[in-house]
């Protein structure tokens, strides 16, 4: 009779253990952090990147063919299906043609509706100092360590700027807004972000 070595599991225990070993880790590393602190949103995929750059294409193209909307003061940013829209039009009417056209946009999940109406017609002189304001707010955004910039999109009219994209957190949300409300030429705010999930 052999007499197993003390302290060295037989080796039908083996799988066994290594199975409750997998299990308490899978436990562990689904567990929220204690330290209060958020986890991090999902992350997007490769497809999902793809779906959602098919979705953009489709959403402008449906856009630029609708006669009733003028799409090019329109921004369209889209993360996993849902489809953020921005930007000034001329009239209430065409903001609801604009959400009636991208609801209607294969790929779309969800429409968050960001557009405004224009205060007035623009002169060439308050389009050059809104385009020199977006692009002061870019570049403090680019300088900002803590926020991803790349995801977040900047239009000015008439020297209010809208911000809208998607951040990491809602401290990224209240840190692009500070940005964009110190920035020279900035009269206001309108932060159209959203924390990504």
């Not at 003390?6 to 590393?29: F, N, T």
């Not at 999940?109 to 205060?119: A, F, H, I, Q, T």
């Not at 807004?177 to 030429?185: I, R």
């Amino acid at each position: 009779m052999k007499i197993p070595t003390p302290g060295r599991p037989r080796g039908r225990a083996l799988p066994w253990l290594a199975a409750a070993a997998a299990a308490a880790l899978l436990m562990a590393c689904s567990k929220a952090p204690e330290d209060g602190l958020p986890l991090p949103p999902p992350p997007v995929t490769l497809g999902d990147q793809v779906d959602d750059t098919v979705t953009t294409a489709s959403v402008k193209s449906a856009l630029l063919a609708d006669p009733d909307v003028k799409s090019l003061d329109l921004q369209v940013e889209t993360r996993k299906g849902r489809v953020q829209l921005s930007g000034y039009v001329d009239n209430a009417a065409q903001i609801d043609r604009a959400l009636a056209v991208v609801r209607g946009v294969s790929g779309v999940s969800e429409v968050e509706n960001g557009l405004s109406v224009k205060g007035g017609e623009a002169t060439m002189g308050s389009r050059i100092d809104d385009t020199a304001v977006t692009a002061r707010v870019k570049t403090a955004l680019l300088a900002d360590d803590d926020i991803k910039s790349l995801d977040i999109s900047v239009l000015t009219v008439e020297g209010s700027v809208q911000l809208t994209g998607f951040v990491n957190s809602a401290a990224q949300v209240q840190r692009a807004e500070a940005l964009a409300a110190s920035t020279e030429g900035a009269r206001s705010v309108k932060n159209g972000l959203t924390v990504k999930r």
